[in-house]
Protein backbone atom coordinates (compact mmCIF):
# COMPACT_ATOMS: atom_id res chain seq x y z
CA UNK A 1 0.00 0.00 0.00
CA UNK A 2 1.15 3.41 -1.11
CA UNK A 3 0.91 5.91 1.37
CA UNK A 4 1.69 9.82 1.31
CA UNK A 5 4.70 11.34 3.20
CA UNK A 6 2.95 13.61 5.93
CA UNK A 7 3.87 16.58 7.64
CA UNK A 8 4.65 16.72 11.59
CA UNK A 9 1.57 18.03 11.98
CA UNK A 10 -0.61 15.48 9.77
CA UNK A 11 0.92 12.64 11.48
CA UNK A 12 0.07 14.04 15.04
CA UNK A 13 -3.45 13.92 14.26
CA UNK A 14 -3.55 10.89 11.61
CA UNK A 15 -1.06 8.41 13.30
CA UNK A 16 -1.13 9.61 16.90
CA UNK A 17 -4.80 10.43 17.18
CA UNK A 18 -5.00 13.64 18.22
CA UNK A 19 -7.16 16.48 17.15
CA UNK A 20 -6.82 19.76 14.95
CA UNK A 21 -7.82 22.94 16.65
CA UNK A 22 -11.78 23.65 16.06
CA UNK A 23 -12.79 25.74 13.24
CA UNK A 24 -9.31 25.71 11.85
CA UNK A 25 -9.30 23.37 9.30
CA UNK A 26 -10.09 24.37 5.58
CA UNK A 27 -12.91 21.61 4.95
CA UNK A 28 -14.76 23.27 7.44
CA UNK A 29 -16.73 25.57 5.65
CA UNK A 30 -16.13 23.89 1.94
CA UNK A 31 -19.16 22.80 0.56
CA UNK A 32 -17.55 22.23 -3.24
CA UNK A 33 -18.99 18.96 -5.22
CA UNK A 34 -16.22 16.37 -5.06
CA UNK A 35 -15.41 13.70 -3.22
CA UNK A 36 -12.96 13.37 0.32
CA UNK A 37 -10.13 11.09 0.01
CA UNK A 38 -7.91 9.62 2.60
CA UNK A 39 -4.75 11.74 3.17
CA UNK A 40 -2.42 9.24 3.84
CA UNK A 41 -3.72 7.12 1.09
CA UNK A 42 -5.68 8.46 -1.13
CA UNK A 43 -8.77 5.94 -0.86
CA UNK A 44 -11.86 7.43 -1.56
CA UNK A 45 -14.16 8.21 2.06
CA UNK A 46 -17.48 10.93 1.78
CA UNK A 47 -19.04 12.38 -0.92
CA UNK A 48 -19.68 15.98 -0.86
CA UNK A 49 -23.26 15.81 -1.15
CA UNK A 50 -23.14 13.56 2.73
CA UNK A 51 -21.36 16.83 4.17
CA UNK A 52 -23.87 19.00 6.24
CA UNK A 53 -22.89 22.14 8.65
CA UNK A 54 -22.90 21.42 12.14
CA UNK A 55 -20.99 24.51 13.47
CA UNK A 56 -18.68 21.95 15.68
CA UNK A 57 -15.43 23.23 14.14
CA UNK A 58 -14.75 20.19 12.08
CA UNK A 59 -16.26 18.56 8.88
CA UNK A 60 -19.36 16.40 9.44
CA UNK A 61 -20.97 14.15 7.43
CA UNK A 62 -23.98 12.16 8.39
CA UNK A 63 -22.74 9.06 6.10
CA UNK A 64 -19.31 7.61 4.16
CA UNK A 65 -18.67 5.59 1.50
CA UNK A 66 -19.55 2.50 2.08
CA UNK A 67 -16.51 -0.19 3.27
CA UNK A 68 -14.46 2.90 3.54
CA UNK A 69 -14.69 3.74 7.27
CA UNK A 70 -13.91 1.59 9.68
CA UNK A 71 -15.73 2.04 13.87
CA UNK A 72 -13.72 1.46 16.83
CA UNK A 73 -14.39 1.97 20.39
CA UNK A 74 -12.06 4.72 21.09
CA UNK A 75 -9.05 4.57 24.02
CA UNK A 76 -11.39 6.66 26.51
CA UNK A 77 -14.04 3.34 25.77
CA UNK A 78 -17.28 6.50 25.17
CA UNK A 79 -16.62 7.90 21.96
CA UNK A 80 -16.10 6.05 18.58
CA UNK A 81 -13.24 6.44 16.44
CA UNK A 82 -13.37 6.33 12.70
CA UNK A 83 -10.44 5.25 10.71
CA UNK A 84 -9.78 4.79 6.92
CA UNK A 85 -10.51 1.13 6.29
CA UNK A 86 -7.69 1.11 4.02
CA UNK A 87 -4.61 2.54 5.83
CA UNK A 88 -6.55 2.88 9.59
CA UNK A 89 -6.27 6.55 9.59
CA UNK A 90 -7.33 8.48 12.07
CA UNK A 91 -10.39 10.17 10.86
CA UNK A 92 -12.00 11.79 13.84
CA UNK A 93 -14.97 9.97 15.84
CA UNK A 94 -18.75 9.55 15.21
CA UNK A 95 -21.92 10.69 17.06
CA UNK A 96 -25.62 9.18 16.79
CA UNK A 97 -28.68 10.57 18.40
CA UNK A 98 -27.89 14.73 17.83
CA UNK A 99 -30.59 14.98 15.22
CA UNK A 100 -28.60 17.13 12.48
CA UNK A 101 -29.66 14.91 9.28
CA UNK A 102 -32.11 12.49 8.74
CA UNK A 103 -29.95 9.76 8.79
CA UNK A 104 -29.01 11.15 12.91
CA UNK A 105 -25.50 10.85 12.36
CA UNK A 106 -22.37 13.18 12.45
CA UNK A 107 -18.72 11.98 11.50
CA UNK A 108 -16.99 15.00 13.10
CA UNK A 109 -13.61 14.29 10.61
CA UNK A 110 -10.05 16.28 10.90
CA UNK A 111 -9.84 18.05 7.84
CA UNK A 112 -6.08 17.66 8.34
CA UNK A 113 -6.78 13.96 7.49
CA UNK A 114 -8.41 14.65 4.33
CA UNK A 115 -8.06 16.11 0.76
CA UNK A 116 -10.80 17.02 -1.17
CA UNK A 117 -10.71 16.42 -5.30
CA UNK A 118 -13.35 18.50 -7.17
CA UNK A 119 -15.93 17.08 -9.64
CA UNK A 120 -14.31 19.46 -12.24
CA UNK A 121 -11.01 17.08 -11.92
CA UNK A 122 -12.84 15.00 -13.63
CA UNK A 123 -14.34 16.46 -16.61
CA UNK A 124 -12.64 16.79 -19.81
Known amino acids: MDLNK ?3 EE ?9 EMPFSG ?10 YVCKRCGTALYNSYAKFRSDCGWPSFDREIPNAVIR ?6 IRTE ?8 HLGHVF ?8 N ?7 ISLKFISDEKFKD
Open 105 to 111: TRHCVNS
Open 6 to 8: LTK
Open 96 to 103: NGENYTEK
Open 11 to 19: EQVIVYKGT
Open 72 to 77: KTDADG
Open 82 to 89: ILCAKCRA
Open 26 to 35: EYNDHFKNGV
